[in-house]
């Protein structure tokens, strides 16, 4: 069983900065990437950010983010980190960790998903 825990997520005003954190544990054997996806009211979960864990720690950013948004990893606590600056408020959503996670040897690998952390930027 795998879980992901998410954390950091709150109000702030536009113009600030959060940190969210997302911590995978249990029985996990690799873990291929893993990122962040957000959900506003009435429109489609889509992708901010996503960092590799295999190889190399390649990113890619949704442009609405990109030079606000910085993505990290520590590979030894299976955590990732999102960074968030000069958050606008178009940025309030519902913010979900996401992992691609093999749980053992020759297992398939399978999306895992955190429970959501609500980021609202409003005055």
């Known amino acids: 069983q795998v879980q992901l825990v998410e954390s950091g997520g709150g109000l702030v005003q536009p113009g600030g900065s959060l940190r969210l954190s997302c911590a995978a544990s249990?029985?996990?054997?690799?873990?291929?990437?893993m990122g962040w996806y957000r959900q506003a009211p009435g429109k489609q979960r889509e992708l901010v950010a996503v960092?590799?864990?295999?190889?190399?720690?390649?990113?890619n950013y949704a442009d609405s983010v990109k030079g606000r948004f910085t993505i990290s990893r520590d590979n030894a606590k299976n955590t990732v980190y999102l960074q968030m600056n000069s958050l606008k408020p178009e940025d309030t959503a519902v913010y979900y960790c996401?992992?691609?996670?093999?749980?053992?040897?020759?297992?398939?690998?399978?999306?895992?998903w955190g429970q959501g952390t609500q980021v609202t930027v409003s005055l």
């Open positions: 249990g029985s996990i054997f690799s873990i291929n990437d």
């Open positions: 996401h992992s691609k996670i093999q749980q053992r040897w020759l297992g398939l690998v399978r999306d895992y």
């Open positions: 960092i590799t864990i295999t190889s190399g720690g390649s990113t």
